[in-house]
């Protein structure tokens, strides 16, 4: 038993072994600067407010199934669909499960590998904080952003799912912090 347990032992300190070398010695390629001036969405406040739009839709996720509400879930697909209409009448467009989304868009050079971009809709009960402020007033688009969060409020400047826009320039909904923006301006 002990000589099964030390060859296994000596197998997995190889692999790692093996797996340090191969990941310090692979070959990646430098991807080459474009000589082209970068693309400048434009921002206004027409596209804010879309953007918001998606926000307030609150698509909690509980860890019970048999409770879940997949009543956002439909109206977040919807809003997608009707606030970005080129989304469906430009690239090719699945749902999975009655709810997720793959949007897929075909490039037209196909030795070029594929790239991927991820996000969810769920987020996580919002607790029960306290709300500072119900305002949703807009800012001008082009105003400096504040710093990211570093730890976690014991209030909520505004409510979670408002999609407020303040005088700040920063939206303020708790899911834009982690995916919703990739959803939403991806």
Request: charged letters at 20%; hydrophobic letters at 45%.
């Amino acid at each position: 038993m002990k000589k099964i347990l030390l060859i296994l032992f000596v197998l997995l300190i190889l692999f790692i072994i093996g797996l340090l070398i191969r990941t310090l010695t692979y070959p990646f390629t430098r991807v080459k600067k474009s000589a082209a001036t970068p693309v400048q969405p434009a921002v206004n406040d027409s596209i804010v407010a879309r953007f918001a739009g998606g926000i307030k839709i609150a698509t909690i996720s509980i860890g019970d199934s048999t409770l879940f509400n997949y009543v956002p879930f439909e109206e977040l697909n919807s809003y997608i669909r009707h606030n970005f209409p080129l989304i469906y009448r430009s690239l090719e467009t699945y749902t999975v499960n009655g709810h997720a989304l793959v949007i897929r868009l075909k490039g037209s050079d196909n030795s070029l590998l594929p790239l991927l971009f991820l996000s969810h809709m769920d987020v996580v009960p919002p607790g029960s904080a306290a709300i500072k402020n119900n305002d949703s007033t807009l800012f001008k688009p082009r105003d400096q952003a504040i710093p990211p969060v570093s730890e976690i409020a014991e209030e909520w400047d505004y409510a979670p799912f408002s999609g407020a826009v303040s005088q700040r320039p920063h939206l303020w909904p708790r899911k834009l912090r982690y995916e919703r923006h990739a959803l939403l301006l991806t």
